[in-house]
C-alpha cells in the first residue's frame, strides 16, 4: 500500500481530542454543549455521521453521561465532553460507571468556578473534583494534556485504558490547552496502538459478568449479543445482582483498587525535563507545564539547575516519580491554578527531603514563565 | 536558543479578533512552515468586551504558548492599544487601525484606517480583520503574501473568496502606502537566514 504523505494540519486542542477519539474507536458521543468544551461535541457532530457512528445532543449533561454509559454497555466506544459545571452533574453517573464497571471516556476543560464562575478563561481547579467528585470509595485514571498532541495521544490512552481496565477515564484539560492552536501531524491508523475490551469467549450461560481474575478486570460481553446480564449501581455480586453480604462487598470494592492500584507502571506517564540532576524541581501539569519549561529553560541559561517533572497522568498520583524528584532536588516548587490540589500531594508524600513551595493563581489567567522565574529567586 | 517572536492581535469581540489569529497562525505555521502556538482570551460576550489573540512563532518547539513580550502588536480598538502597547518590546511594531484608535501612544506605528478601508472600498465593514491581515504580509516579515492569501481562502465561508481577496490586496495597498519604520536588524538577520 503507498503512504499517504503526512499532512499537517493546524488544529485546537479541542479538535486533536476529536480526532484522537475517531483513531481510538470512538463511534458514540452524547453531550451537551458548554465553553470551552463546545468544538468537541460541535466537531464530531460533523464527524461522527461520517463514520457510522452516533452524535447525539441530549438535555443535560446527567442525560448526557448516562447515554455514554449505555452506549459502552452495548460494546461501542462512547465519550462525552463537558467543563466544570456540567462536570458537577456528571458525578452521580460517574459512579455508575465506575461500579458497574463500564468504559468510558469523559472529557473536562477546566474553567474558573465555582458554580458557572469564569466560563472563557482557564483553571486547574477541578483536579481533587475529578478524583474525589462522585462519592464512595474509588479509583480513577485522569490524564493531563499540555500540547496540542498531547491532546490527541492522551485521549487515545484515556480510550485504552478505559477499555483494559473497564473504567471511565477522564481528560482534564484546560481553557488554555482547549483553545490552543497548534501544529500537529496526525499519525496513520497503522501506527497507532488500540486497545478492545475482552470480551467472554465461553457460551453465554457460563458466562459470570463480574467475576474476579487475577488481572481484576472481568470480560465484557456487550448489551445484546445473547449474555444476559444484570447491571446495577448497587453493590453486587460476581452475577451483577445486588448484595450486601460483608464476604461479598469487601472482595469485589478492593477487586476495583486492585485493577488500577496493580498497575501504576502501565498507568502513570510523565515527562522528565532536566529532572534528574536538579536542584530546584518544579512539578507542574496541563498549560502550567509550558511556562514551567520555559522557566527551567531560562534557569539553565542563567546556570540554574532547574528542571521538571510534567504529571501526565494526574491520578493515580504518581508518587514513585515525585518522591524521586524529593529526593533529588532541594527545593520543589508547584505552580497550579488553584489554591494548591497538587501541593498537597507532594506535601504529603514528602518525608521532609524537599522544602516544597507554591504558586497558586485563581484570577483566570494562566501562570507566567516569569513568576516561576521570580518564586525560584525567591525561595532558592 | 530557538528565536521566538510573539505577536498579539487584538480588539472588541466581534471584530474577527480570534479569526486573525487562527489564519495568520496557520499562514505561518502550515504555509510558511514554521512552529506556531495559537492562544486566544475573551469574555463571555458575543459582541463587545475585549478580546484577544495571540501567535507565538519559533524555529523549534514552542514551551510557554502565550506571548512574552510583543514583537508585534496590533491594535483595532482604542482600548486595545492603551492596555496593550506597553507590552511591546522596545524595538516591537505596533499597527493599529486608525478609524477606531485615535490617539496613538507613540510615534513608532503604523496607522492605516483598517475599518475605514473596509466600509468604504469593500462595502463590508466586517472584512476590516481581513484587510489588516493583508497589512500585516507587507509590514512583517514573519509571513509572505502567499502564505496569507491561502490560509485566508482555507478559512473563509464559501462565496466570499473575492470579497476577501480583494479585503487582503486592499490591505497590502494600504500597508506599502504608510511610511515604513525600519526594521529591527535582528529580526533582519533572521528572516535573510531563512530565505
Known amino acids: ?380 | 536558543m530557538a528565536f521566538r517572536y510573539d505577536i498579539r492581535l487584538s480588539g472588541s469581540g466581534g471584530q474577527g479578533i480570534i479569526l486573525m489569529g487562527i489564519i495568520l497562525a496557520e499562514a505561518i505555521g502550515i504555509h510558511d512552515g514554521r512552529f506556531v502556538a495559537q492562544t486566544q482570551s475573551y469574555g463571555p460576550e458575543a459582541r463587545g468586551g475585549s478580546s484577544k489573540a495571540e501567535v507565538v512563532v519559533s524555529d523549534g518547539e514552542i514551551d510557554y504558548p502565550k506571548a512574552l513580550q510583543l514583537d508585534l502588536l496590533v491594535a483595532m480598538n482604542q482600548k486595545s492599544c492603551d492596555d496593550y502597547y506597553m507590552d511591546l518590546k522596545p524595538d516591537g511594531i505596533l499597527v493599529v487601525d486608525s478609524t477606531l484608535v485615535r490617539q496613538v501612544p507613540m510615534s513608532r506605528a503604523y496607522r492605516i484606517p483598517f475599518t475605514g478601508i473596509a466600509r468604504e472600498e469593500l462595502k463590508r465593514e466586517m472584512v476590516a480583520n481581513i484587510v489588516a491581515l493583508g497589512a500585516l504580509a507587507v509590514l512583517t516579515p514573519m509571513v509572505s503574501a502567499r502564505a496569507i492569501e491561502s490560509a485566508v481562502l482555507g478559512r473563509v465561508p464559501k462565496g466570499t473568496e473575492k470579497l476577501n481577496r480583494e479585503a487582503l490586496k486592499a490591505g497590502m495597498r494600504a500597508a506599502r502606502k504608510t511610511k515604513k519604520i525600519r526594521f529591527p536588524e535582528a529580526i533582519s538577520e533572521l528572516v535573510d537566514e531563512d530565505t
Request: aromatic share 8%; charged share 25%.
Open chain 1, 1 to 380: 500500500m503507498k503512504k499517504k504523505p503526512l499532512k499537517e494540519r493546524l488544529l485546537q486542542g479541542n479538535e486533536a481530542v476529536v480526532e484522537g477519539s475517531l483513531s481510538a474507536g470512538c463511534r458514540f458521543f452524547a453531550g451537551y454543549p458548554i465553553t470551552p468544551a463546545t468544538e468537541i461535541a460541535e466537531q464530531l457532530s460533523v464527524r461522527l455521521p461520517q463514520v457510522d457512528g452516533t452524535f447525539i445532543q441530549m438535555e443535560d449533561e446527567i442525560a448526557s453521561l448516562g447515554a455514554v454509559i449505555g452506549a459502552s454497555l452495548a460494546g461501542v466506544k462512547s465519550m462525552t465532553a463537558t467543563s466544570g459545571p456540567g462536570f458537577s452533574l456528571m458525578q452521580e453517573n460517574l459512579g455508575f460507571a465506575i461500579i458497574a464497571e463500564v468504559p468510558c471516556v469523559v472529557v473536562n476543560a477546566m474553567r474558573g468556578g465555582p458554580s458557572t464562575g469564569l466560563p472563557t478563561s482557564p483553571s486547574q481547579s477541578d483536579v481533587m473534583q475529578s478524583r474525589w467528585g462522585t462519592h464512595g470509595d474509588h479509583p480513577i485514571i485522569v490524564l493531563c494534556p499540555s500540547t496540542v498532541r498531547e491532546c490527541f495521544d492522551l485521549t487515545i490512552r484515556a480510550f485504552n485504558y478505559s477499555e483494559k481496565y473497564r473504567i471511565p477515564v477522564i481528560l482534564l484539560i484546560d481553557e488554555v490547552v482547549a483553545h490552543m492552536r497548534e501544529k500537529i501531524i496526525i499519525p496513520d491508523d497503522e501506527d497507532i496502538e488500540i486497545v478492545n475490551r475482552v470480551r467472554p469467549t465461553m457460551p453465554p450461560e457460563w458466562y459470570i459478568p463480574y467475576e474476579d481474575t487475577p488481572r481484576g478486570v472481568p470480560a465484557m460481553a456487550d448489551f445484546g449479543e445473547g449474555y444476559r446480564y444484570h447491571v446495577t449501581g448497587l453493590t453486587h455480586d460476581v452475577r451483577g445482582f445486588p448484595t450486601s453480604r460483608p464476604d461479598e462487598v469487601d472482595p469485589f470494592i478492593r477487586r476495583l483498587f486492585r485493577k488500577v492500584s496493580q498497575n501504576f507502571a502501565d498507568l502513570q506517564i510523565g515527562e522528565h525535563f532536566h529532572v534528574d540532576d536538579a536542584d530546584v524541581a518544579i512539578i507542574a501539569y496541563g498549560c502550567v507545564a509550558r511556562s514551567a519549561k520555559r522557566a527551567v529553560s531560562d534557569c539553565r541559561e542563567k546556570g540554574i539547575k532547574a528542571g521538571m517533572l510534567k504529571l501526565n497522568t494526574i491520578w493515580p498520583f504518581m508518587r514513585t516519580d515525585v518522591e524521586k524528584v524529593l529526593r533529588q532536588a532541594k527545593v520543589v516548587i508547584v505552580p497550579e491554578m488553584n489554591m494548591g490540589q497538587i501541593s498537597r500531594e507532594v506535601k504529603r508524600v514528602n518525608k521532609g527531603e524537599a522544602k516544597v513551595f507554591t504558586i497558586n493563581r485563581v484570577d483566570g489567567t494562566i501562570i507566567t514563565p516569569q513568576e516561576i522565574m521570580a518564586r525560584i529567586k525567591e525561595v532558592y
